[in-house]
């Protein structure tokens, strides 16, 4: 069974950095696309950023110029540098992963997410 486990959300002051890291494990053939997404209460979930097997990256506009998706194949593990942070970047952050559990089957899973608080 496929599991992603995320880490490294907590309570961080505006201004300050994160990383989260998501790592999956599991019978695992290889990964396609990996994401974070965030949830704030009472917010429709959104992407945060993406990136391809192929490293091609992109960010919501919110995001972009302050938040950096990356990637390690050999771990399996997707990583989110957050700098800059702002109080409306609070929320859930959700890992995403297309992932092949086959050598031409791929399904989607989601980590359980972990909090992210950025006080003002």
């Known amino acids: 069974q496929i599991q992603l486990v995320e880490s490294g959300g907590g309570l961080v002051q505006a201004g300050g950095s994160l990383r989260l890291s998501c790592a999956a494990s599991?019978?695992?053939?290889?990964?396609?696309?990996m994401a974070w997404y965030r949830q704030a209460p009472g917010k429709q979930r959104e992407l945060v950023a993406a990136?391809?097997?192929?490293?091609?990256?992109n960010y919501d506009d919110s995001v972009k110029g302050r938040f950096t998706i990356s990637r390690d194949n050999a771990k399996n593990t997707v990583y989110l540098q957050m700098n800059s942070l702002k109080p409306e970047d609070t929320a859930v952050y959700y890992c995403?992963?297309?992932?092949?559990?086959?050598?031409?089957?791929?399904?989607?899973?989601w980590g359980q997410g972990t909090q992210v608080t950025v006080s003002s």
């Open positions: 995403n992963a297309d992932v092949k559990v086959m050598l031409t089957i791929s399904h989607n899973f």
């Open positions: 599991g019978s695992i053939f290889g990964i396609n696309r």
């Open positions: 990136i391809t097997n192929g490293g091609s990256t």
